[in-house]
């Protein structure tokens, strides 16, 4: 079906000339309105001179002898011909308006552009957020794919090396097949888990009746995540000897009979940070969640009992979810880019560097290239494997979250 509907060379040379055609043809119009517009408004204008002289004749004339009614109707007759000139002049200002050459775009355009005339004011209310994100945002992100491509130490004016620090991250670099595999174990394990946690807790609390007591177990569950200080409580867990809270536990029970070294040991320190990590994970998306259960409406589950849903799960699955898809991708969103972007963990508890980079992350790799060596064109194309990363994490989840409610 689609071959049959093909143009041939021949077929899109002649529609190519026939829109230049048209657009000339509306170049034309457009040029012959102006040009009507720009000769009236010129004739009103000099018509305006005389009537404004007139007019202050009439006025003095009037105010001179305020009892002479005739004299009255006159001032008010024609101050009604000096408005209808003066809104004959302001239509034909309005006619030569960049607004009104914009209605004329908008009108030979796409339905897009016809859109995007009506609701301009929308857009008009967006342009200062749009514009601190496309500089703060869309350009670093396009000068740090850029600075990748060359070497640049902050010294030197940057040196176009193409796909050199690409090959030397990874052929050469054994330290960044390191960051790779912690970081993509910790967003494997950490993002998931910290995701569902996130919405089950926040089902479970919204499910409270009493609204106090919701507000307060709200407070406990996210207070985690905005913790000061909290890796020193789980240092003095973790501790080395004997007075750790872990190792005085575990030996107090006979599970062990000599202190764990926690945090110098490369086989416990992935797990540790895991567990730091799902404990601080309980924050904006768990608000969100909390919202999103929120503004479902209660009505739709008297409707459901109705068409046949039989238990809470069902609730769940078909009226729960689908109505919270917005809540469930900004969460979705924000649980991957932390697990993916794991660093202050990892040094806080681990150190920086880490014992056999065994807490070593993409983003930690990344601030040793960029803050420490100063190497930025390194660090630049460590950046964009990560965006990359992020990107892709991200487009998966899209999908999954489509098919929530089928």
Same mark, same amino acid.
């Given at each position: 079906?689609?071959?049959?509907?093909?143009?041939?060379?021949?077929?899109?040379?002649?529609?190519?000339?026939?829109?230049?055609?048209?657009?000339?043809?509306?170049?034309?119009?457009?040029?012959?309105?102006?040009?009507?517009?720009?000769?009236?408004?010129?004739?009103?204008?000099?018509?305006?001179?005389?009537?404004?002289?007139?007019?202050?004749?009439?006025?003095?004339?009037?105010?001179?002898?305020?009892?002479?009614?005739?004299?009255?109707?006159?001032?008010?007759?024609?101050?009604?011909?000096?408005?209808?000139?003066?809104?004959?002049?302001?239509?034909?200002?309005?006619?030569?308006?960049?607004?009104?050459?914009?209605?004329?775009?908008?009108?030979?355009?796409?339905?897009?552009?016809?859109?995007?005339?009506?609701?301009?004011?929308?857009?008009?209310?967006?342009?200062?957020?749009?514009?601190?994100?496309?500089?703060?945002?869309?350009?670093?992100?396009?000068?740090?794919?850029?600075?990748?491509?060359?070497?640049?130490?902050?010294?030197?004016?940057?040196?176009?090396?193409?796909?050199?620090?690409?090959?030397?991250?990874?052929?050469?670099?054994?330290?960044?097949?390191?960051?790779?595999?912690?970081? %993509?174990?910790? =967003? !494997?394990?950490?993002?998931?888990? &910290?995701?569902?946690? /996130?919405? +089950?807790?926040?089902?479970?609390?919204?499910?409270?009746?009493?609204?106090?007591?919701?507000?307060?177990?709200?407070?406990?569950?996210?207070?985690?995540?905005?913790?000061?200080?909290?890796?020193?409580?789980?240092?003095?867990?973790?501790?080395?000897?004997?007075?750790?809270?872990?190792?005085?536990?575990?030996?107090?029970?006979?599970?062990?009979?000599?202190?764990?070294?926690?945090?110098?040991?490369?086989?416990?320190?992935?797990?540790?940070?895991?567990?730091?990590?799902?404990?601080?994970?309980?924050?904006?998306?768990?608000?969100?969640?909390?919202?999103?259960?929120?503004?479902?409406?209660?009505?739709?589950?008297?409707?459901?009992?109705?068409?046949?849903?039989?238990?809470?799960?069902?609730?769940?699955?078909?009226?729960?979810?689908?109505?919270?898809?917005?809540?469930? %991708?900004?969460? =979705? !969103?924000?649980?991957?880019?932390? &697990?993916?972007?794991? /660093?202050? +963990?990892?040094?806080?508890?681990?150190?920086?560097?880490?014992?056999?980079?065994?807490?070593?992350?993409?983003?930690?790799?990344?601030?040793?290239?960029?803050?420490?060596?100063?190497?930025?064109?390194?660090?630049?194309?460590?950046?964009?494997?990560?965006?990359?990363?992020?990107?892709?994490?991200?487009?998966?989840?899209?999908?999954?979250?489509?098919?929530?409610?089928?």
């Amino acid at each position: 079906m689609a071959s049959k509907f093909k143009m041939t060379k021949q077929e899109k040379v002649e529609l190519k000339a026939k829109i230049a055609e048209k657009k000339h043809e509306w170049a034309e119009e457009d040029r012959q309105s102006d040009l009507e517009a720009k000769r009236a408004l010129e004739e009103l204008k000099e018509q305006l001179g005389p009537s404004m002289q007139t007019l202050n004749a009439l006025i003095e004339d009037a105010s001179s002898d305020p009892t002479n009614v005739s004299k009255k109707n006159a001032l008010i007759e024609f101050r009604k011909g000096h408005e209808k000139l003066l809104q004959k002049i302001r239509i034909e200002k309005d006619r030569l308006s960049l607004t009104r050459k914009l209605e004329r775009w908008s009108k030979r355009g796409s339905r897009l552009r016809r859109e995007l005339f009506i609701k301009r004011q929308y857009y008009y209310l967006v342009a200062p957020y749009t514009l601190l994100f496309i500089v703060f945002t869309v350009l670093p992100v396009l000068m740090s794919l850029l600075i990748s491509f060359s070497y640049f130490n902050l010294l030197e004016f940057p040196r176009f090396v193409g796909w050199e620090n690409y090959m030397r991250l990874f052929v050469d670099d054994k330290v960044f097949t390191i960051a790779i595999r912690n970081t %993509l174990i910790l =967003a !494997v394990v950490t993002g998931p888990l &910290s995701y569902i946690a /996130a919405f +089950v807790f926040a089902w479970l609390i919204n499910e409270i009746g009493n609204k106090w007591l919701r507000s307060f177990m709200t407070l406990i569950f996210y207070a985690p995540s905005i913790s000061g200080n909290v890796y020193l409580v789980w240092r003095l867990i973790f501790s080395s000897d004997i007075y750790g809270y872990a190792n005085a536990f575990l030996i107090r029970y006979g599970f062990i009979f000599e202190p764990i070294t926690w945090l110098a040991d490369p086989t416990y320190i992935i797990w540790i940070i895991m567990i730091v990590q799902l404990w601080l994970s309980l924050g904006v998306s768990f608000l969100a969640f909390i919202a999103g259960l929120q503004s479902v409406d209660r009505t739709l589950y008297e409707s459901a009992a109705v068409d046949g849903i039989k238990n809470r799960w069902q609730e769940l699955w078909f009226i729960t979810l689908p109505q919270m898809k917005p809540q469930l %991708l900004f969460g =979705a !969103v924000i649980q991957i880019t932390s &697990s993916l972007a794991v /660093a202050e +963990v990892a040094t806080q508890i681990a150190g920086f560097p880490s014992i056999q980079y065994a807490g070593h992350t993409i983003v930690t790799h990344l601030v040793d290239y960029g803050a420490l060596r100063l190497e930025m064109g390194y660090a630049s194309a460590i950046a964009t494997i990560l965006f990359l990363l992020m990107i892709g994490a991200n487009l998966l989840i899209r999908r999954v979250l489509r098919r929530v409610g089928s």
